[in-house]
């Protein structure tokens, strides 16, 4: 186990081992020694900063670069003005690329005025063919480039730029491999991801992230266990379970198992008290998980839902594989099992030939399934993905206006939908102080729902039982529930 490994015991005087997680150690005790030259000629500590874009699975990606990072000597920083920055990118929506570009003529002209910067830049918008020329040819001050199936060896790449001075690019089509047991620094120290499976294999229409992440490999459920036992015996009490689709966790294991088998496992681990999963595909919602959902406490009464489209027709078009019937049928068996159940979900507008009829089925299913809270995209066209050949593309104005109209609708129920534990009290997990007042703390109950009440640092991390006395819309303001004498 990596916390164990003692770098400077690391023997460097032959070639780098073949095999994996050690190949990376001896890369890491390598950057170890240049990281502390360089910072006894320069009289200071390096520093390194990670930027990240996209969702939790880049999240938790960041958290083991910032662990390589760590392991080798920088410090931790959140200016770009670093010797190390690196993004890790993302690409399911146009914008999210456009920010990368424009964030990065910015990182150009700082590192003119900062001999010795290092820049790298990772993850899904790496995969793209026309991106990586684009920066080959655009943006020739970044040092290092490389992809979501190579992640793992990071290490080596640092190594690489650090004792060179060439540029490395380097992405990798597809992998089977999960290399397990490199560092991880935890942006929180009580609640983490942990990823149970990497890639899609769902391929609906319109996303990109199949071509990106590849398809699905799940983790051994050993592994998963034994890294929530660890976290937990460094002080974690609530884990996000993530892949693209949990929902088929296992199908590919040697001996297979589902999610809800894989959730009761996790369950069992004495000192967690939360768990947490993220993304559910509703096609493969089973109803063994919804019995798992009801019967196991630790789980938290949240499921995230991506509906995309309440219209049949789109769905067809989207290969989402279910129907309007069957989303809204799902939903209540979900309610009957779990009544106190907060559902949220992903809905996009404007996808191509989406009518007007269309968009009235999406918000005929928000009015009738009332979600917690929604996110809402606007249709992006990402090259290279089925829908992005579709004729009848949606004129911009066209999805503003329904994007604007399903957005009020939704933030209206949302705002409803959040009072319903108003003057109860709940358990909540409290995260950090408040950013704005702080004599508050803030924290999230079972459902995902914030909650700011009055409380002091020695609360972080641990579960309170708090009155929630008034709805604020989004959130509630509280007040602590001491236990009687
Ligand atoms: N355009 C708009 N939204 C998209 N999403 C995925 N691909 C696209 C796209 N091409 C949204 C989906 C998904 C969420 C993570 O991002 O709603 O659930
Ligand atoms: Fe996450 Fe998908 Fe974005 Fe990659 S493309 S960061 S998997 S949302």
Known sequence: MYENIDFDQIDLSGPAPEQEPER???????????????????????????????????????????????AVGYQKS??????????????????????????????????????????ALCGCMMQEPHVVEKLKKSYPFVDLIFGTHNIFKFAEYLEEILSGENRIVEIWEDTDKIVENLPVDRKYSFKSGVNIMFGCNNFCSYCIVPYVRGRERSRKPEEILAEVKRLVADGVVEVMLLGQNVNSYGKNLEHPMTFAQLLREVAKVEGLKRIRFMTSHPKD???????????????CRHLHLPLQSGSSRILKLMNRRYTKE?????????????????????????????????????????????????????????????????ENQIPH???????????????????????????????????????????LVSGRLSNNTLVHFPGDASMIGTLQKVYLEESKGFYYMGSLVTEEK
């Open 326 to 390: 069957q989303y809204l049928e799902l939903v209540d068996r979900i309610r009957k099992a779990v009544p106190d159940i907060s559902l949220t979900t992903d809905i996009i507008v404007g996808f191509p030939g989406e009518t007007e009829e269309d968009f009235q089925e999406t918000l005929d299913v928000v009015r009738r399934v009332r979600y917690d809270s929604a996110f809402t995209f606007q249709y992006s066209r990402r090259s290279g993905t089925p829908a992005a050949a579709l």
């Open 397 to 439: 104005e066209e999805v503003q206006r329904h994007f604007d109209q399903l957005l009020a609708e939704v933030q209206q129920i949302a705002r409803e939908v959040c009072r319903r534990d108003e003057h109860t009290v709940q358990e909540v997990l409290v995260e950090e102080i408040n950013e704005h007042d702080p004599s």
């Open 78 to 119: 959140d200016s770009e003005d670093a010797d190390f920055v690196i993004y890790n990118t993302c690409t399911v929506r146009e914008n999210a690329n456009l920010k990368v570009y424009g964030r990065l003529g910015q990182l150009g002209k700082r590192k003119k005025n900062h001999p010795g910067m290092k820049i």
């Open 285 to 299: 919602l089973s109803d063994e998980l919804i019995q798992v959902m009801a019967e196991e406490p630790k789980i």
């Open 24 to 70: 990376q150690y001896y890369f890491m005790a390598i950057a170890r020694e240049l990281v502390r030259r360089q910072s006894e000629k320069l009289g200071r500590p390096l520093t390194a900063c990670t930027t990240t874009f996209g969702c939790q699975m880049n999240a938790r990606d960041s958290e083991k670069l910032e662990g390589i990072l760590e």
